[in-house]
């Protein structure tokens, strides 16, 4: 499995931007990574999401707001998340796929379709 590692977390005002950062190392080929996150009491839900040919797919929740990056050559997986608001807090979770997925992009968005995961990063968004 991948080992992986986020990053950039922290309290911020409505409005404000983040960055996340998921340092990647391990494994055998990372054919997806993505951004999940979970409030208190909610179940994990997708957020953002990148093939290794840097195709991309957002949730509603993430659209015209976040934009999910990455750098092959540091192994880094980003989340840039601007005009953020109060139900964006959560821990936000850094994943990888090992495998090709042949299916629609909103199924691959869930918890069950990827194989290794970071222990998480909170992110507070509050007044």
């Known amino acids: 499995q991948v080992q992986l590692v986020e990053s950039g977390g922290g309290s911020v005002q409505p409005g404000g931007s983040l960055r996340l950062s998921c340092a990647a190392s391990g494994g055998t080929s990372r054919r997806y990574m993505g951004w999940f996150r979970q409030a208190p009491g909610k179940e994990r839900e997708g957020v953002a999401f990148i093939s290794i040919t840097g195709s991309t797919y957002y949730t509603d929740s993430a659209k015209g707001r976040f934009t999910i990056s990455q750098d092959n050559a540091k192994n880094t997986l980003y989340l840039q998340m601007n005009s953020l608001k109060p139900e964006d807090t959560a821990m936000y979770f850094c994943?990888?796929?090992?495998?090709?997925?042949?299916?629609?992009?909103?199924?691959?968005?869930?918890?069950?379709?990827?194989?290794?995961w970071g222990q998480g990063t909170q992110v507070t968004v509050s007044s």
């Open positions: 994943a990888a796929r090992s495998t090709w997925y042949y299916g629609a992009w909103s199924n691959l968005a869930a918890p069950g379709e990827f194989d290794s």
